[in-house]
C-alpha cells in the first residue's frame, strides 16, 4: 500500500485548513479501518472480502451556522476543497444558538481505557475459515432436519478514530470487533422451510465462544421454528426472549432521546419524573463497561458520559441527551451524542431480575412468546406499537408449538405498565442494547 | 468539489484484470466510482444543517466457481489499486490465467431524461423546494412541527469486466422528504410523505412542493381522528401505488437467485408451477423513464432489463447477477447491484410492480362486508425461507359494508407470500407507480428501489391491531 500520512496529522491540517477558510470553530473526525468478511457455506468458502478505508468528516461553525462535509479524499488539496466546500455549505444554513462547540470544560477529562481493542492478530484467514467451517459443520451435524445453510459468516474490523475540535479536545482510539454468525435451514416433514440466524459478537477475539456452543444454540433456535400454526386472536400474556425485550429497550431509550423530546416527537415528552413503567422495569446505559460492545470512553462530541438508569423503578428519570438537546431542553448533557448529531445509546440494558426465564414462560400459562419481531411498527410520536412476530404458543405453562403470521399490538404505557416478570438471563453478547426476559401481563394478539 | 470519475485508463483497468485473474478466477471485474450527495434539513422556519458527503473508490470482483473474491480500495494510487486486485485473486487457488477480453464500450439507454442536472442548480433553489413546502405545512390548524430534508445523489461508475464490457452510468438521483406533527388536546400524531426519482431539477416542477406538503399535512391530523385497528383475519383492499410494497417483500424477495440458487427460498424449484392467483402478474421493471427504480446498467456492466417474475399466477423466473446466472445455467436479468465499491453485487430488485387488471375500483371495496383498506404504508419485511412477511399501514380505513369509513392507526399486515398471492381475488385497472422513496436493504447493502401496483383485494389476510375481537 501507498504510504499514507498519520491521520493524527491529517486531522490537525483540516483543522488547520477550516480555519483558513472562514470557519469560527471546527471539529472532526478522521477514521482508518480495515475488514475482512467471510462467508462460507457448505463447506466451501463463498465470499472472502478483504479490504481497508480512510475517511474524514469535518464540521464547520459560521457564526452559529453549521455544515458537515465528508470524504474518502485525504490528499492536501482534497482537505482543502473540504474545508472551503463546508464553509460554504454552511452560508445557506440560518444560525441557531445551539451550533457551537461545548464550553471545554465540559470535555471528557480522561479518557477511561476500557480494552476494546485486541491487536487483530488472530486469527489469520485460513484459520477464521476453519472457525467457520467448524461452525457449519456442528450445526449441519446437530440435526438431520438441517439440511442448507444460507451463510456460515466471520468478520473482523479493526479501527483507528481520531476525533479534534478547534477548542482544544483531541481523542485518539482504537477499537476491534468479531462477529460469528450461522443461518441454518432446516425443512419440516411437509417440505416447509425455516430458517433463524444466530450469532455473537466481541470486541476481542478471545471472547467469541466455541462454535459448538454456538451451533447448538443455533439449531435449537432453527428447529423449534418448524410446524408452526397460527395464534388465536385476543389478549394474552407476552414473554419477550431476550434479543426481542432488547428491542423494546431501544424503543424506549429512541422515546427518552433529548433529540425526539425537544421535538414534540416523543409520547414521553412530558414524562421525566413520572412513572412509565411498573417498578420492575429500569433501564440503564453504562458506557464504561471493559470490552463491551458499545462501550466507549467519552461520547461522539467529546463529552464526558457515566453509567446512568434513564428509567429507574419504572419512573422516568433522565433524558439522553447531546449538547444540543441539552441546550435545547435546559438540562445537563448526559453524554449520548453521536457525533454529526443525535444520540445513541452505549450499552443500553435492562437491569436483570430474579426469575429464571423457564418459571417466567410458565407464570404466563397461556400466551405468546416472541423470539422474533419483524417490520417496523412503533410509533414513537403517540407511543403506539403493532409488530408482526413468530414466536412459540404456550399452553399451561409450557411451549406447545411453533406460531407464525401473528401480530402483537399495544401502547408502550400499557406495554410497559404491564411487565410483570424480569429474568436473571442479561447476556452482553448479542449487541450493545441486551435485556433478560420479559414478560407483559396482557398484549392484543392477532392470529387465525 | 470537482468529484468525477478517478481517472483509470484503458492500460490500467487492463493491468487490473489481470492482476485479478493471475491465479486463475474464472471472471473479474473493476468497479469504479465517485458519489457526490448533500442533503439540506429544515427545520423550524429555516435550514438548519446542510451535509455534503463525496466518495471515490475502486472495487476489484474475482470469481471463482462459487467463490467470490473482493477487495477495494479508496487510495487511488496504481499500487494501492493492484494490491487490492491482489487480494481479491487470493480466492482462485490455481494458475493459468485467462488474458481478460478486449474491451468495447456498452451502449446502453437513457432512462435519466436530466433536463436541469442537480449540479447545475444553485443551492438556494434547492432551499427554495424547502420553503416550499414549510409555506404550505407550518401555518396549517394543528400542525406542531414541520421537518423537511432535501437529498440528492450523483452516482457516476464505470465497470470494466474481463468478458470484455465497459460500461459507464451516471446516476442522479434525488428525494424530497416532509414530516409534519399534528396535535390536538395533547394527542399527537406523526405523518411523513416523500417523492422523488432519477431526475434533475425539473422534476418539481411536474411535482409541486405544496402538494407533497399538503398530504403530509392531511395524514397527520387524519390519524388524530383514527380508530384504533381491528385485529384478527379480515379481506384487505390494497391502494394503488405504495402497496406494491406488498409485491416486494412478499414476492420480490424471495425470486432473487441467490436465494434460489441455494435453494433457501419457498420459491426454489418451482419455476413453471402456479404460485400466485390467475390474476397476478409480477414485473421488475427498471424502464420508466426518471423512476426511484430505473437503471440503465447494472452494477456489473449488464442492460438493465424487464423481467417477468410471476405471469398470472405462474413463475417465470428469477432476477439474476452473473453469478447465480452463470451457476444455474440462465441468462442473466442485469440485476447485479450493489451499494458501493465497498460491495459485491447481489441479485437485486428495481422497480417492482403488478400490472393493471380489469376491475373497477369500486368493485373491489363493494365485496367487502367488514374489512381494512389499507392505502399506503411505510416499509415491511420478509423471512425469505418461509415467505413470511409484516407490513405496517400507515393509511388506513375501516371498510363498513363496501363502503370506506373510518380512519385507522397502528394496522399491520402479516402474511405469507405464496399464501397472500394467491388470495388476490380482484385487480383493479388503476396502476400507479409509488412516488419515489424506497430504500431496500439486504445483507447490510443498501440500493434505492421502486414499487408500483393498481388497486388489489385480497380475500383474507391478517390485520394487527388494537381492536380484538376478530372484523369491526
Not at chain 1, 431501544?250 to 411498573?278: N, P
Not at chain 2, 442533503?39 to 458527503?53: Q, T
Not at chain 2, 423546494?129 to 445523489?153: D, F, I, K, M, N
Not at chain 2, 437485486?348 to 375500483?361: E, F, H, K, N, Q
Amino acid at each position: 500500500m501507498s504510504a499514507a500520512p498519520d491521520i493524527r496529522d491529517l486531522a490537525a491540517r483540516a483543522l488547520r485548513e477550516a480555519k483558513r477558510a472562514g470557519a469560527d470553530e471546527a471539529d472532526l473526525r478522521v477514521f482508518e479501518s480495515r475488514e475482512l468478511q467471510l462467508v462460507v457455506r457448505l463447506g466451501e468458502v463463498e465470499v472472502l472480502k478483504e479490504a481497508g478505508d480512510r475517511g474524514v468528516a469535518l464540521r464547520v461553525f459560521t457564526g452559529r451556522r453549521r455544515a458537515v462535509v465528508g470524504t474518502t479524499e485525504l490528499d492536501p488539496d482534497g482537505l482543502e476543497r473540504l474545508a472551503r466546500e463546508a464553509v460554504a455549505l454552511a452560508a445557506v444554513c440560518e444560525p441557531d444558538d445551539t451550533h457551537r462547540l461545548p464550553e471545554p470544560g465540559l470535555y471528557a477529562a480522561e479518557l477511561p481505557d476500557l480494552d476494546l481493542c485486541d491487536d487483530g492478530a488472530a486469527p489469520d484467514t485460513a484459520s477464521a475459515i476453519a472457525l467457520a467451517r467448524a461452525l457449519e459443520a456442528a450445526t449441519l451435524g446437530a440435526d438431520p432436519r438441517i439440511d442448507n445453510c444460507q451463510q456460515s459468516r466471520f468478520t473482523r474490523s479493526l479501527t483507528r478514530t481520531v476525533y479534534v475540535t478547534s477548542n482544544g479536545f483531541e481523542a485518539d482510539w482504537r477499537r476491534s470487533g468479531y462477529s460469528l454468525a450461522i443461518q441454518p435451514v432446516a425443512r419440516g416433514a411437509g417440505g416447509e422451510r425455516v430458517t433463524d440466524t444466530w450469532f455473537q459478537r466481541a470486541p476481542h477475539f478471545a471472547d467469541l465462544r466455541d462454535p459448538e456452543a454456538l451451533a447448538a444454540e443455533a439449531a435449537r433456535r432453527v428447529l423449534r421454528r418448524l410446524d408452526a400454526r397460527r395464534a388465536p386472536t385476543g389478549t394474552f400474556p407476552v414473554v419477550f426472549e431476550p434479543r426481542m425485550a432488547a428491542r423494546l429497550a431501544a424503543m424506549v431509550f429512541h422515546c427518552a432521546a433529548g433529540t425526539a423530546v425537544w421535538r414534540g416527537l416523543s409520547y414521553l415528552a412530558d414524562r421525566r419524573g413520572t412513572r412509565i413503567a411498573s417498578d420492575r422495569f429500569t433501564l440503564v446505559d453504562d458506557p464504561h463497561r471493559p470490552r463491551g460492545l458499545g462501550s466507549r470512553p467519552c461520547d461522539g462530541e467529546g463529552l464526558a458520559c457515566r453509567r446512568l438508569a434513564l428509567v429507574d423503578g419504572g419512573v422516568l428519570t433522565h433524558f439522553a441527551t447531546d449538547l444540543e438537546s441539552a441546550r435545547r431542553l435546559d438540562l445537563p448533557p448526559t453524554g449520548h451524542g453521536l457525533w454529526g448529531g443525535g444520540v445513541g445509546p452505549s450499552n443500553l440494558h435492562l437491569a436483570p431480575g430474579p426469575e429464571s426465564p423457564a418459571a417466567i414462560l410458565a407464570g404466563a400459562k397461556r400466551g405468546l412468546v416472541v423470539f422474533d419481531m419483524m417490520g417496523q411498527g412503533f410509533d414513537a410520536t403517540s407511543g403506539h406499537w403493532s409488530q408482526g412476530c413468530t414466536g412459540l404458543w404456550i399452553e399451561d405453562g409450557a411451549a406447545a408449538h411453533a406460531v407464525s403470521e401473528v401480530t402483537i399490538a399495544g401502547h408502550l404505557d400499557e406495554v410497559l405498565a404491564g411487565v410483570d416478570a424480569v429474568g436473571d438471563d442479561l447476556d452482553f453478547s448479542l449487541g450493545a442494547v441486551a435485556s433478560p426476559t420479559l414478560r407483559v401481563a396482557a398484549m392484543t394478539v392477532a392470529g387465525s | 468539489m470537482d468529484g468525477g470519475l478517478p481517472p483509470l485508463d484503458e492500460g490500467f483497468l487492463t493491468r487490473l484484470l489481470e492482476r485479478a485473474l493471475d491465479r486463475g478466477g474464472d471472471y473479474a471485474d473493476v468497479f469504479v466510482e465517485s458519489s457526490r450527495s448533500q442533503i439540506l434539513r429544515w427545520e423550524e422556519g429555516r435550514v438548519k444543517e446542510a451535509d455534503l458527503d463525496l466518495a471515490r473508490g475502486v472495487g476489484v470482483r474475482v470469481l471463482a466457481g462459487e467463490k467470490t473474491g473482493y477487495a477495494y480500495s479508496d487510495i487511488l494510487a496504481e499500487d494501492a489499486l493492484l494490491a487490492a486486485a491482489a487480494t481479491a485473486a487470493h480466492i482462485a487457488a490455481g494458475g493459468g490465467a485467462p488474458a481478460p477480453a478486449p474491451r468495447a464500450e456498452s451502449d446502453l439507454p437513457d432512462r435519466y431524461p436530466v433536463r436541469r442536472p442537480l449540479a447545475d442548480a444553485a443551492l438556494r433553489e434547492k432551499v427554495a423546494l424547502l420553503e416550499g413546502l414549510e409555506a404550505a405545512a407550518a401555518t396549517e390548524p394543528e400542525v406542531e412541527r414541520h421537518l423537511a430534508s432535501y437529498a440528492e445523489t450523483v452516482q457516476e461508475v464505470l465497470v470494466a469486466t474481463s468478458d470484455g464490457v465497459l460500461a459507464r452510468d451516471r446516476r442522479p438521483l434525488l428525494r424530497l422528504n416532509c414530516t409534519v406533527v399534528a396535535a390536538r388536546n395533547g394527542r399527537r400524531e406523526t405523518a411523513r410523505r416523500s417523492l422523488g426519482g432519477r431526475a434533475g431539477m425539473e422534476f418539481f416542477a411536474d411535482h409541486p412542493v405544496a402538494d407533497l406538503a399538503r398530504e403530509a399535512v392531511r395524514g397527520a391530523r387524519q390519524l388524530l381522528d383514527a380508530v384504533p385497528a381491528p385485529a384478527g383475519p379480515m379481506p384487505v383492499v390494497l391502494g394503488a401505488a405504495t402497496s406494491g410494497i406488498l409485491l416486494h417483500e412478499a414476492v420480490g424477495h424471495g425470486l432473487e437467485a441467490d436465494f434460489n440458487r441455494k435453494g433457501t427460498s419457498m420459491f426454489s424449484d418451482r419455476v413453471g408451477q402456479r404460485v400466485a392467483s390467475e390474476l397476478c402478474t409480477v414485473v421488475d421493471d427498471p424502464g420508466f423513464p426518471g423512476d426511484r427504480g430505473a437503471l440503465n446498467v447494472d452494477d456489473e456492466g449488464l442492460p438493465a432489463e424487464r423481467t417477468v417474475l410471476i405471469e398470472k399466477g405462474v413463475l417465470r423466473g428469477y432476477l439474476h447477477d452473473r453469478l447465480s446466472a452463470r451457476l444455474m445455467n440462465m441468462r442473466p436479468t442485469g440485476n447485479g447491484r450493489r451499494e458501493s465499491y465497498r460491495h459485491h453485487p447481489l441479485p437485486r430488485m428495481t422497480c417492482t410492480l403488478m400490472p393493471a387488471g380489469d376491475s373497477d375500483v369500486a368493485e373491489l371495496f363493494r365485496s367487502v362486508r367488514r374489512g381494512l383498506y389499507a392505502k399506503s404504508f411505510s416499509g415491511g419485511q420478509v423471512d425469505i425461507a418461509r415467505g413470511d412477511f409484516v407490513f405496517n399501514v400507515t393509511e388506513g380505513y375501516l371498510i363498513e359494508d363496501g363502503r370506506v369509513t373510518a380512519p385507522v392507526k397502528g394496522a399491520t399486515l402479516v402474511g405469507n407470500g405464496p399464501a397472500i398471492m394467491g388470495r388476490v381475488s380482484l385487480v383493479a385497472s388503476d396502476f400507479t407507480l409509488s412516488p419515489g422513496m424506497w430504500n431496500c436493504g439486504k445483507r447490510g447493502q443498501g440500493v434505492p428501489v421502486n414499487v408500483g401496483l393498481p388497486h388489489i383485494l385480497i380475500s383474507e389476510m391478517t390485520v394487527g391491531g388494537t381492536r380484538g375481537g376478530g372484523a369491526p
